[in-house]
């Protein structure tokens, strides 16, 4: 299996490992192991966001003061719109939430709570994607083990965000197959996206710059918008704080060693 089937495969089969987790806890994640998990997730996305995404994108701007910048400035406010517009206008229920966001819709809870993981993944399969066709490209000085690196960031953090959906579909009535298969198919946007953004590489080159802010900005949305919050419910804890502070430093070293 060459290194680019590899990239794509990898983040997928963290969500199925994690989505696997509903066959061995119990029918509900205890909250402090949630907050832990979602803080986590945070960290990666976040170091992954900048390190990955962020500086290569500035780096193949080239040029000098505002005009180095203004890519991935632009990139940024781009992404996070992006997923801002897929918020307001797709219903979609978020774990642990009694009411769902979005228009309103006939949709079961467990088809909006699949859709809040399938927005959940849109940008992190756009990031695989944009990094190894950059890569393919020779831009932003991403290697093959730079595009690895993010596969397998994304993959690690996937893990945990599996188990955090399957185990709240198992809590909907879900049979534990039932609620691993959609937690584990949920993660198939992330290889779709990133084979259609690879698969147009070179019409893409000029603007991946741009592209490579645009999941930047869509990832920390979803860290900002609901991620952190998600982790900062109930009664206080620090939970969040040490897993998003793991996340990062594990994620800030991924990128740094294998790049």
Do not use: C
């Not at 505002?66 to 918020?87: E, H, Q, W």
């Not at 290889?191 to 000029?206: D, F, R």
């Amino acid at each position: 299996m060459d290194g680019l089937t590899l990239a794509l495969i990898i983040p997928f089969a963290g969500t199925v490992l994690g989505a696997a987790f509903v066959f061995l806890l119990r029918d509900k994640m205890s909250d402090k192991l949630q907050r832990l998990l979602l803080g986590f997730a945070s960290g990666v996305m976040v170091a992954a966001s900048v390190w990955s995404l962020l500086i290569p994108a500035i780096e193949m701007a080239g040029g000098d003061g505002f005009a180095s910048v203004l890519p991935a400035a632009a990139g940024l406010l781009a992404g996070m719109g992006f997923l801002f517009l897929i918020d307001v206008l797709i219903p979609h229920l978020h774990p642990g939430e009694g009411e769902p966001e979005g228009p309103r819709s006939h949709l079961s809870r467990t088809s909006m709570l699949a859709l809040a993981v399938t927005i959940h993944n849109i940008p992190e399969g756009m990031a695989v994607g944009v990094v190894v066709a950059t890569m393919l490209q020779g831009g932003g000085g991403i290697t093959a083990a730079a595009a690895l690196a993010v596969s397998l960031g994304i993959a690690i953090q996937n893990i945990p965000e599996g188990a955090i959906i399957s185990m709240p579909l198992r809590a909907e009535g879900n049979s534990r197959l039932k609620s691993f298969a959609i937690g584990a198919l949920s993660g198939l946007v992330e290889p779709v996206g990133s084979i259609a953004i690879i698969g147009m590489a070179a019409i893409l080159q000029p603007v991946l710059p741009f592209l490579l802010a645009f999941a930047a900005g869509s990832m920390l949305y979803v860290v900002v918008e609901e991620l952190i919050p998600e982790a900062s419910q109930g009664e206080h804890s620090n939970l969040g704080t040490i897993g998003f502070a793991v996340g990062f430093v594990l994620m800030m070293v991924l990128d740094v060693v294998l790049g």
